[in-house]
Each structure stands twice: as structure tokens, then as C-alpha cells.
T-cell receptor, first 115, second 117 residues
Framework: AQKITQTQPGMFVQEKEAVTLDCTYD???????LFWYKQPSSGEMIFLIY??????QNATEGRYSLNFQKARKSANLVISASQLGDSAMYFC????????????FGKGTRLSVIA | GAVVSQHPSRVICKSGTSVKIECRSL??????MFWYRQFPKQSLMLMAT?????????EQGVEKDKFLINHASLTLSTLTVTSAHPEDSSFYIC?????????????FGQGTRLTVV
């Protein structure tokens, strides 16, 4: 079974608008971490935001926020005030306990920001 | 912040030759590094976990004799693609973390785009 599901292969958003990228996850662990990474066409993986399973507040980092709904096992990424430079692939990932385990990635969502 | 450096960023090799890819943690020690492979328009798939001073742990379906991993020091892991064939052409990327908790981000190398001709 897939541990990370991203159901949107591609999304379009108008510049300066907000966009939500969906992510649901599957785990039986109580302790886990959820991550979002951005991958531009160059291939590098850029860390955006992290949410811990025990965090009560939704994580925010600048224009990025994570809408964490634990009961629904969802961790959607919200990008506010989209910019042309936000066009890229976005991956949701999870790490389960114990801590030194690899990230498991979803299939990604390609975001295109339109001027 | 912590940085992971991967080299080379791009390599073209002839079928049947071997290619070595290096992954270095520049300002922290990494007892464990991870190697991923990414085909075009697909996600990152874990190939193996590289452990300093011991054998790597390979994911199911990954040939350990073809993808040799050596984690010789706390800052260097290498992936050698042996007897490369065109189907090995892909984007290979490594990652490492400083701490063991679930919460610390993984830093990624820049990736290596391998083309086997």
C-alpha cells in the first residue's frame, strides 16, 4: 500500500493566488514526520516545511503553510501569493520512527504558475 | 545550514563501463546516507541505505552487485554503477541527515544525471 498519496499530477495557479497541494499518508506509527520538498527542473530537492505528528499547531514557513489534519491523515501544502518561480514539482514525504529511516515520497504534483 | 555535495552532476558513459558517484556531507557527520533513483516525471525511489563502516542495505529489486555502495567515512558515501547499460540511465540523488529524530530534514545532494550510451 502506498504510504504517501498525492492525487494531483498537475496543478495550475494564477500568479499571486494561493494554491493547495494535497497529500494523504498512511502509517500506524504514533511518531512520524511529514515533509514537503520542491524540485525545480534542475533536479535539486529543496526543503520547504516540516510537520511533526505531535505538533498541535500547523507549520508555517514564509509563504508555505501545512494544513495538518491528523484524524484524516492529510498534510496539504498551501502556497500563498504564488510566484512564477514556484513552478516546479512538489513532493510530500514521510519519515516514520525510529528516526534514522529514509523519507518515503509521494508521486509528486507539478505546479505551474501562470502570469 | 548543513550541506550535502554530490559529484558529478552529469555524466555520460559508454555501455559496459562503470561510473562512480560521490556524496559528501560538508559540515556534519552522517552515519547514514540514502541513495535514491528518479526516472523522468516520476518520484524518488529509495535504492539503498548506506551505513558508515558496514554493508549497505538494499531495497527489494535493487541489484547489490550492480549498484555498489561504499560508506568509507562519516562524510562520504559512494555509489558505483557497474557495467552500466542504457536502462541504468536515470537521475541519482543522495541524502543525509544530522540527527536521528523523525523531525530533522534530510539534505539532498544536487543529483547526478547519468546517461549510458
Amino acid at each position: 500500500a502506498q504510504k504517501i498519496t498525492q492525487t494531483q499530477p498537475g496543478m495550475f495557479v494564477q500568479e499571486k493566488e494561493a494554491v493547495t497541494l494535497d497529500c494523504t499518508y498512511d502509517t500506524s506509527d504514533q511518531s512520524y514526520g511529514l515533509f514537503w520538498y520542491k524540485q525545480p527542473s534542475s533536479g535539486e530537492m529543496i526543503f520547504l516545511i516540516y510537520q511533526g505528528s505531535y505538533d498541535e499547531q500547523n507549520a508555517t514557513e514564509g509563504r508555505y503553510s501545512l494544513n495538518f489534519q491528523k484524524a484524516r491523515k492529510s498534510a496539504n501544502l498551501v502556497i500563498s501569493a504564488s510566484q512564477l518561480g514556484d513552478s516546479a514539482m512538489y513532493f510530500c514525504a514521510m519519515r516514520e520512527a525510529p528516526g534514522n529511516t529514509p523519507l518515503v515520497f509521494g508521486k509528486g504534483t507539478r505546479l505551474s504558475v501562470i502570469a | 545550514g548543513a550541506v550535502v555535495s554530490q559529484h558529478p552532476s552529469r555524466v555520460i558513459c559508454k555501455s559496459g563501463t562503470s561510473v562512480k558517484i560521490e556524496c559528501r556531507s560538508l559540515d556534519f557527520q552522517a552515519t547514514t546516507m540514502f541513495w535514491y533513483r528518479q526516472f523522468p516525471k516520476q518520484s524518488l525511489m529509495l535504492m539503498a541505505t548506506s551505513n558508515e563502516g558496514s554493508k549497505a542495505t538494499y531495497e527489494q529489486g535493487v541489484e547489490k552487485d550492480k549498484f555498489l555502495i561504499n560508506h568509507a567515512s562519516l562524510t562520504l558515501s559512494t555509489l558505483t554503477v557497474t557495467s552500466a547499460h542504457p536502462e541504468d540511465s536515470s537521475f541519482y540523488i543522495c541524502s543525509a541527515r544530522e540527527q536521528r529524530g523523525v523531525g530533522t530534514e534530510a539534505f539532498f545532494g544536487q543529483g547526478t544525471r547519468l546517461t549510458v550510451v
